[in-house]
């Protein structure tokens, strides 16, 4: 039988989940949380039955998760970035805080229309796959 990996995000933590169903919606295995390493090739994640019970217990609050490679590392540089100005910011004199501030200012406006439209495109998958499988039933 034919299965399909998918990713999705957990609504409340931003979690990544990765899970595998067959053709019919049946719940095969799943994987998560994910970091961005994992899912560079979400057909490589090993998923597992084990989670399979929270998956379940937890789906109104995973959202189809549409990884777009093209900005993928954009994203990670991103990330990376914020990561090391919190760190270093407990160090920081004032002049360097409100430079980095202004940094960190464009970096989330650029952010927010990037996770606007991952959030728009990950609402159109979900409807395309509910069509599918109200096809299917």
């Known amino acids: ?8 995000r957990h609504r409340e933590t ?18 998560g949380p994910l970091t961005a390493e994992d899912f560079k090739d979400i057909k490589h994640i090993l998923t597992t039955p084990d989670l399979n019970h929270w998956i379940e217990a937890n789906a109104k609050d995973l959202i189809l998760y549409d990884y777009d490679f093209e900005i993928a590392d954009e994203l990670q540089e991103t990330w990376q ?3 090391e100005l919190t760190e270093s910011l407990y160090e920081s004199d004032k002049l360097t805080l409100e430079i980095e501030y202004s940094r960190l200012y464009d ?4 952010l927010k229309p990037v996770l606007a439209m991952m959030e728009m495109r990950a ?5 395309c796959i509910e069509r599918r499988l109200a096809i299917g039933n």
Do not use: D, T
């Not at 039988?1 to 999705?8: K, W, Y």
């Not at 931003?14 to 994987?31: C, D, F, H, M, P």
């Not at 970096?107 to 650029?110: D, E, G, M, Q």
């Open 107 to 110: 970096v989330i406006k650029w």
């Open 14 to 31: 931003g979690e990544i989940y990765a899970i595998r169903r067959k053709w019919n919606g049946e719940l095969v295995g799943s994987a």
């Open 1 to 8: 039988m034919e299965e399909s990996a998918e990713l999705f």
């Open 123 to 127: 609402r159109q998958n979900k409807e």
């Open 81 to 83: 970035y914020i990561k």
